[in-house]
């Protein structure tokens, strides 16, 4: 399994939940320095692609959705590629790694998520045997369920991480029911099925 750090992993499941696959925005405390440092790791290693645009819209300094502009002056977008979905778990949805609407305008005007009137159904994906995702949705789907503690044991992640791959991996990505309840003083997650 690739070694990912937070960052990067809330980073790549992010883009993986939007459905242009754009990485962008980051996340609010990564600026500057450390964006490029971080971005251009996950270049080097084929999670994120660059995408040149016919669009001239300029790169903003709070990076919403343009990440620079060539020489031309034509928007470049990043988006995740299979790669980076397979980092974090997911399998892509087909053997094309380019966004939706990659050629689209970007807007920095524009919201990020307009409101829709009826939230689609998740599309079913199935998770590679022996991943971090199977291994998680084993141990929900197991009698006692799993920790936030157990849980970010088992995956070496940060306690904040294994809460954002409940809501967004699982239940948003994969459609799965996730509950929660508390016993003995401990919170326990579990796949509802």
């Not at 609407?101 to 920095?108: E, F, L, N, Q, Y």
């Not at 044991?153 to 809460?163: G, L, Q």
């Amino acid at each position: 399994m690739t070694k990912l750090s937070d960052t990067q992993l809330l980073i790549l499941s992010a883009a993986a939940q939007r459905d242009d696959r754009n990485i962008l925005p980051l996340p609010g405390s990564l600026r500057g320095g450390a964006a490029t440092k971080v971005v251009g790791a996950m270049l080097k290693r084929g999670f994120i692609a660059e995408t040149v645009t016919g669009n001239r819209t300029k790169a903003d300094s709070a990076l919403n959705r343009v990440w620079r502009n060539d020489e031309d002056g034509r928007a470049i977008l990043l988006h995740i590629t299979d790669a980076g979905l397979a980092a974090i778990g997911i399998e892509p949805e087909s053997g094309d790694s380019a966004p939706t609407g990659a050629d689209g305008a970007p807007s920095a005007e524009a919201p990020q998520h307009a409101p829709a009137e009826a939230d689609p159904a998740p599309k079913a994906r199935t998770p590679r045997p022996g991943t971090k995702q199977a291994k998680l949705i084993e141990m929900l789907r197991a009698e006692g369920g799993a920790t936030i503690d157990e849980i970010a044991e088992a995956t070496s992640w940060k306690p904040h991480t294994a809460r954002g791959f409940l809501s967004g991996a699982l239940k948003k990505k994969l459609g799965l029911t996730v509950t929660s309840e508390k016993v003995d003083g401990k919170r326990i997650y579990r796949i509802a099925d």
